[in-house]
């Protein structure tokens, strides 16, 4: 009655209502930890993927050779691919994650993706010469079965990076330097790649990883350091490697590209990656 008689003077609190429970989307970032510390090779049963293949992590993959067939797990990606569509994936999948196929390049490789809830994804790929499509299907399907139960059991390893190991360095701060300005563009800033463990400045990009092929081309020195450089489409690439502290029989590998953005790299682009490697090449830490 006394609330009547003050025309709305009395209000009635009601609780709050609890939020709903449920699945929660799995990001990559929750599923993966830290991406510049991803041991890649965690991800995969070897033994039941791929029976007596020799793995070997790299700062930003794992590569798994079995006699003519290599898995490749890895690398992380955010940008958009015209060529990933979707796939009725048969196994368990994560709330929030979806199983997708690339059709690029496949008459060699077999390329799944991992994609999580903040678009961010996980290649998995298998190449092999055999011609046999369905069988690198089928690996590249288990390789997906085998990153998917390391990540809902929480067994993702870690990479431990050694003293004076390429892997420590933080990529963009040799790019950021004058003498970088002729080849990477005026105006240009370097920009950190999704490991953290390349960056882009302009038309110059730097990659720090572990080498799996010996890298081609004859040998010269830039900055210092035995170096190679060769043409690839519309890059000019130089890179050098030293001994992988950790790794024995490895090697880590820097790699510098200048992409000729007008069409074919030729001459005039491999000067620009030669100015730029000998203005990066001197920063990088020696074994």
């Known amino acids: ?46 033994p039941a993927v791929a029976p007596g293949a020799v793995a070997v992590p790299t700062f930003e993959d794992c590569h798994a050779t079995a006699g003519p067939r290599t898995i490749l797990v890895g690398p992380l990606a955010f940008d958009s691919d015209p060529n990933i569509k ?3 994936y048969a ?14 390049n496949d008459r060699t490789a077999c390329t799944r993706a991992i994609t999580f809830a903040d678009g961010n994804r996980l290649d998995l790929s298998v190449a092999d010469d055999t011609g046999d499509q369905a069988a690198r299907c089928g690996v590249a399907d288990a390789a997906v079965g085998s990153a998917l139960a390391a990540i809902t059991a929480h ?44 960056c882009i400045r302009g038309k110059v990009s730097l990659k720090l990883t572990v080498e799996t092929t010996e890298p081609a081309g004859p040998a010269e020195k830039l900055g210092g350091r035995d170096a190679r450089v060769r043409v690839a489409g519309a ?17 880590e590998l820097a790699e510098i590209s200048v992409v000729e953005t007008a069409g074919t790299a030729g001459d005039a682009t491999c000067a620009l990656a030669r100015s730029a490697a000998n203005a990066i090449f001197p920063r990088l830490p020696t074994p």
Do not use: N
């Open 1 to 46: 009655m006394l609330c009547a008689l003050l025309a709305g003077g009395c209000a009635t609190t009601q609780a709050a209502p609890e939020p709903a429970s449920g699945p929660t989307p799995l990001t990559a970032a929750e599923a993966l930890g830290d991406f510049g510390s991803i041991d890649y090779c965690s991800l995969l049963d070897v």
């Open 86 to 88: 979707p796939y009725d």
């Open 91 to 104: 196994g368990p999948v994560p709330d929030g994650v979806a199983v997708q196929q690339s059709m690029f």
């Open 155 to 198: 067994k993702v390893g870690r990479l431990a990076f050694p003293e004076r190991s390429w892997g420590r360095v933080a990529p963009c701060v040799p790019l950021d330097d004058h003498d970088l300005d002729a080849a990477a563009g005026p105006g240009s800033r370097p920009s950190i790649g999704l490991s953290g463990h390349s």
């Open 235 to 251: 890059f000019c690439l130089a890179d050098t490697t030293q001994p992988a502290p950790g790794l024995p029989g490895h090697r």
